[in-house]
């Protein structure tokens, strides 16, 4: 069974801080992919990393997949209360001639102004 | 462009009543549908996908069922709810290549009473 582990579950930081949100696993990805939820919606994506060492930025977040394409992070510069949201990881694997995301529990992130 | 339709939106239903959520995609053709039944504030939990007409394959065992009667039609259905089944339920479609974006629904807050 292939896991995808965020750590922490929860945040809870003030306006202006920094903070980074983990997505771990033992099984090799071909890709990685972070969405972000709020509340009664659909998962929207932020990036998709590919290459194992890849960063992405993205305005004041910066996006990293593990050199061994296990692991990624997400670390957001001075963040704002429009940073609030369920942020979820999804590894790409291969399943017969197609890919299939395997899903994070995800990091439920409250930014305080 | 695509969109994807999910209805109800919200639904509310006695234990033991049957179930049917649908989903609709417009602007694509055969992509591969996906539903998701979401807890509050965590992860996805992937319950059926379909690369095809006719083709649904089950990731979970329980009193749920999907079909795909048109390619870009999925329903989800109940013979008879459960208390457990309450949740939020996410319709998504790909087309199941490496890095793909899954693009999702508005969700259906089911809840059974």
């Known amino acids: 069974t292939q896991l995808l582990e965020q750590s922490p579950q929860f945040l809870s930081i003030q306006e202006g801080e920094n903070l980074t949100v983990y997505c771990n696993s033992s099984?090799?990805?071909?890709?990685l992919q972070w969405y972000r939820q709020e509340p009664g919606e659909g998962p929207v994506l932020l990036v998709t990393?590919?290459?194992g060492g890849e960063v992405k930025k993205l305005k004041r977040l910066t996006f990293q997949f593990g050199d061994a394409r296990k692991d990624s992070s997400l670390h957001i510069t001075a963040a704002q209360p429009g940073d609030t949201g369920l942020y979820l990881c999804?590894?790409?694997?291969?399943?017969?001639?197609?890919?299939?995301?395997?899903w994070g529990a995800g990091t439920k992130l409250i930014i305080k102004p | 462009s695509q969109t994807i339709h999910q209805w109800p939106a919200t639904l509310v239903q006695p234990v033991g009543s049957p179930l049917s959520l649908e989903c609709t995609v417009e602007?694509?053709?055969?992509?591969?549908l996906y539903w998701y039944r979401q807890a509050a504030g965590r992860g996805l939990q992937l319950l059926f996908y379909?690369?095809?007409?006719?083709?649904i394959s089950s990731e979970v065992p329980q009193n749920l069922s999907a079909s795909r009667p048109q390619d870009r039609q999925f329903i989800l259905s109940s013979k008879k709810l459960l208390l457990s089944d309450s949740g939020f339920y996410l319709c998504?479609?790909?087309?199941?290549?490496?890095?793909?974006?899954?693009?999702f629904g508005p969700g259906t807050r089911l809840t059974v009473l």
């Open positions: 999804a590894g790409a694997v291969q399943m017969d001639s197609n890919y299939q995301l395997i």
């Open positions: 099984s090799v990805f071909s890709s």
């Open positions: 990393v590919v290459t």
């Open positions: 602007g694509t053709s055969n992509p591969n």
């Open positions: 379909s690369v095809g007409i006719g083709q």
């Open positions: 998504a479609w790909d087309w199941g290549a490496d890095g793909d974006t899954q693009y």
